[in-house]
């Protein structure tokens, strides 16, 4: 029940095509143009598709794949979790968990660990799927809806060594119970921080 109340609460906003910009609104509204044959007459066809009146091709959006990373130390005082602050837009000077697009022709585990590295120069050596949430990402004006996929990334040896790079302006361990959801400036990755703070308040650990 737990769950299904989530996905309900996470899917309560469903958007028309036509419905404006930034966060909230539907993808396709920006879509004039059939892509195939470049008519105008390229209308809404259902929820989630538009479709050319004149070569009949239908366009489906679908989200675009991310992946977002856990990763975790244990020290004298306890634990601590990699975050970075992000150094560009959007949220940028918020708190993130490494993690990013992945590209094509790649796995989601191959996209996290890339990731990783680029953002941390870390090496991950085995990941651990935990669950995934959806996001709403706007860049230059656009929306870009994605599917964030949340992993447990394991690295066994440089954790001391983890340094800001690429779109990570500056690397913080920070102990859970230090850590505030509303900082996280992304809306999956702070859904997801409160997941796994509620997740480690329940087993205790």
């Avoid at 036509?18 to 044959?37: A, I, R, T």
Wanted: glycine fraction near 8%; hydrophobic fraction near 35%.
């Amino acid at each position: 029940m737990e769950k299904e109340h989530r996905i309900s609460e996470l899917a309560s906003h469903l958007p028309s095509l036509g419905e404006g910009q930034g966060v909230g609104s539907h993808p396709l509204h920006l879509f004039h143009f059939c892509p195939q044959c470049g008519s105008p007459r390229f209308v809404e066809h259902n929820e989630k598709s538009k479709q050319c009146m004149d070569c009949g091709f239908t366009y489906y959006i679908n989200p675009s794949a991310a992946t977002v990373a856990l990763i975790e130390r244990r020290t004298e005082q306890g634990a601590e979790w990699l975050c970075v602050r992000r150094a560009k837009e959007p949220a940028k000077g918020t708190l993130d968990l490494p993690g990013g697009f992945s590209d094509l022709y790649e796995t989601s585990e191959q996209g996290v660990v890339r990731e990783v590295k680029e953002e941390t120069g870390l090496d991950v050596e085995r990941v651990e799927f935990l669950f995934s949430i959806p996001n709403q990402y706007v860049y230059s004006g656009f929306t870009v809806h994605t599917m964030d996929m949340f992993y447990r990334c394991h690295v066994a040896d440089g954790l001391d060594s983890a340094r800001a790079a690429d779109d990570a302006g500056e690397v913080l361990w920070l102990r859970p119970e230090d850590i505030r959801p509303e900082d996280f400036g992304l809306i999956s990755v702070r859904q997801g921080v409160r997941l796994l703070l509620a997740k480690r308040q329940k087993s205790g650990l």
